[in-house]
Nanobody, 122 residues
Framework: QVQLVESGGGLVQAGGSLRLSCAASGRTLSSYRMGWFRQAPGKEREPVVSITYSGSVIYYSDSVKGRFTISRDNAKNTVYLQMNSLNVEDTAVYYC???????????????WGQGTQVTVTS
């Protein structure tokens, strides 16, 4: 099992930026895809973006392309989500998740973080 601890959430005005971090431990992560889901109030949890150990990125939400950037520091076992030009629709709990090998990260991740709240005000 991989332990995931998110940080960096908070309250920000529309147009602002936040950077989320997710520190992983418990396993060697070279074969894991890591990334972020989010769950807005009253909505289902949805995949946002993921990244492989080698840096291959997949965006699952068109609404964040061009505004959100995922990165990964393999030496620190940490994945980041830089969120720019935030709008109120980005308000959600953001969850870090991982999946190993051929397992589908977007539909069946193995492990989850506890989530971090991002609130964007108008």
């Amino acid at each position: 099992q991989v332990q995931l601890v998110e940080s960096g959430g908070g309250l920000v005005q529309a147009g602002g930026s936040l950077r989320l971090s997710c520190a992983a431990s418990g396993r060697t992560l070279s074969s894991y895809r890591m990334g972020w889901f989010r769950q807005a109030p009253g909505k289902e949890r949805e995949p946002v973006v993921s990244i492989t150990y080698s840096g291959s990125v997949i965006y699952y939400s068109d609404s964040v392309k061009g505004r959100f950037t995922i990165s990964r520091d393999n030496a620190k076992n940490t994945v980041y989500l830089q969120m720019n030009s935030l709008n109120v629709e980005d308000t959600a709990v953001y969850y870090c998740a991982v999946a190993r090998g051929s397992r589908s990260w977007s539909t069946n991740p193995e492990d989850w973080g506890q989530g971090t709240q991002v609130t964007v005000t108008s």
